[in-house]
């Protein structure tokens, strides 16, 4: 799979081959892991990141825009690192605080 978008200039510096994302990749992504029996919290802050993030168990909206945490009222919103963590946090559950005190 291509998950990004990669440019190759030819010797005069022309564009020679352009490989396109992969559509949806973060989805994508999501299913795959998701098919392997991973659980999945998914952070975002952008509309490219919604299909992602409803796809996830967790889906956590990073620092959004306004039009994007109205548009999905339902996803929990943050506004830094210490908030992201504890939510994170939260959403595991004292299973995995607990595993990571021993650790």
């Known amino acids: 799979m291509v998950f990004s978008n990669f440019l190759e200039a030819d010797k005069e510096g022309y564009l020679a081959k352009h490989i396109m994302r992969l559509k949806d990749q973060k989805l994508k992504a999501v299913q795959e892991f998701q098919r392997l029996n991973f659980r999945i919290i998914a952070v975002g802050y952008s509309f490219n990141d ?3 993030l409803t796809a996830a168990e967790a889906g956590i909206l990073f620092c959004p825009s306004e039009k994007v945490t109205k548009a999905y009222p339902q996803l929990p919103v943050v506004h830094s690192h ?6 994170i946090l939260e959403i ?10 021993t650790a």
């Not at 595991?92 to 005190?101: E, L, M, P, Q, S």
């Open 50 to 52: 919604a299909a992602m």
């Open 82 to 87: 210490a908030e992201l963590k504890q939510k």
């Open 92 to 101: 595991i559950g004292d299973k995995g605080a607990k595993r990571r005190r």
